[in-house]
């Protein structure tokens, strides 16, 4: 072996050496961290818990790119409005996880609370709306739609799985409220609380494709 | 001796990109394994569609919806899937829910297709099934069971899941 040679295995072992670091710096990072910003298909503002095993992503959704969704499947403009004005996020929990059944990720809205002045209280659900438009004339198509878009009230997750959904937090638009969001995974139950979460102001903006 | 390193540089390098692709294209296996509940659906043509008419092939049913962003990015996958599958007995079966024929002839504007669209209109038939949210994709088995599902989007055409569908058609 000449120097060149021991100088380059030397080079290799250290790069392995801190592969293997980040890796186990990764794996030991069991602790959830909170990452902000833009998001870049929606281009509006995004909160996203993240661990190595899951990442749920909070992304700011306009009133007036709801009410439009909702206007175009059924529902009048009063009601519409009711929802535009409710609060909601795009909401995107990912299993990243590669742990087979211990990694399976489980959360329940029910357990999530919204703290405002003060104040705490349940994140609305699908039953919520459910219940809250059970007397109301609203046809078939738009339960549907609401129901489907709306992000499910509990929900299991295997490695690699992933949903899109609304959720409605009840606060007005414009709002600044604290999230105690949590989740169970890894055999334990995980709890985040998001500071200052910001519902989206009830202004008009140039079109984005919408959900 | 530096081509010996190069080789096991790469090949730990291609060993992380395999376990990381890996972690995003699942197929997880659904337990309890269950029958799969019989349904008559119309598809966006007319034609009727009875779900025990594929017994003895694979089928991926795929609930989905027009608005919803993961299963507009899933599908043109699950169109390349469906055109090295199609003649392997294995079935692409997608079931929009709660929607009209007119605004499913709309996205195949956009999103074009040739495996059946199946128009669930009343949600009738989503209700049969272990779906919490859109989309979900279902794989039956030849003898009729649901044995697997995938919640949120897949790339279909990624070589690993393909090699998996091939596998259970035995």
Not at chain 2, 25 to 49: N, R, S, W
Not at chain 2, 66 to 88: F, G, H, I, V
Not at chain 2, 110 to 128: A, H, I, M, R, W
Not at chain 2, 129 to 154: D, E, N, Y
Request: glycine share 6%.
């Amino acid at each position: 072996m000449n120097m060149r040679d021991f100088q380059c295995l030397g080079l290799i072992r250290l790069g392995l050496g801190m592969g293997l670091a980040i890796l186990c710096a990764v794996r030991a990072a069991v602790a959830a961290e909170l990452i902000t910003g833009t998001d870049e298909e929606a281009q509006l503002p995004f909160w996203e818990v993240r661990t190595e095993a899951m990442t749920l992503r909070l992304v700011q959704r306009l009133p007036d790119q709801t009410r439009g969704f909702f206007l175009a499947r059924g529902f009048t403009a009063l009601q519409a409005d009711a929802i535009a004005n409710s609060c909601l996020f795009q909401t995107v929990f990912h299993n990243i996880s590669t742990q087979g059944q211990e990694g399976v990720l489980r959360y329940d809205l029910r357990d999530w609370h919204v703290n405002f002045q003060g104040d705490s209280r349940s994140v609305k659900t699908r039953e919520h709306w459910r219940d809250a438009w059970s007397g109301e004339k609203v046809s078939p198509a738009a339960r549907l739609a609401l129901e489907w878009a709306l992000y499910p009230t509990q929900q299991s997750y295997q490695a690699g799985d992933y949903n899109w959904g609304m959720t409605t937090f009840d606060m007005s638009p414009g709002s600044l409220f604290q999230l105690d969001v949590s989740w169970h995974q890894q055999g334990k139950r995980h709890t985040f609380t998001i500071d200052r979460i910001e519902c989206a102001p009830d202004e008009t903006r140039e079109p984005k494709d919408s959900q | 001796m530096i081509r010996r390193k190069k080789i096991l540089f790469w090949v730990l390098l291609q060993s992380l990109v395999v376990v990381n692709a890996a972690a995003s294209q699942t197929l997880p296996v659904l337990e309890p394994v269950m029958e799969a509940p019989e349904f008559v659906l119309p598809d966006d043509g007319g034609k009727i569609h009875r779900l025990s008419d594929y017994r003895g092939k694979v089928v991926v049913l795929n609930f989905w919806a027009t608005w919803c962003p993961p299963c507009r990015q899933e599908m043109p996958s699950m169109e390349r899937a469906w055109e090295q599958l199609k003649n392997e007995a294995v079935v692409v079966l997608a079931v929009d829910v709660g929607e009209s024929a007119a605004t499913v002839f709309e996205f195949t504007g956009q999103y074009p297709v040739t495996f059946p669209l199946l128009l669930d209109s009343s949600g009738e038939v989503v209700n049969k099934f272990p779906v919490i949210g859109l989309p979900t994709t279902f794989i039956i088995s030849p003898k009729g069971l649901v044995t697997h599902r995938a919640v949120g989007g897949r790339a279909w055409d990624d070589p690993e899941l393909l090699q998996m569908l091939r596998a259970m058609r035995r």
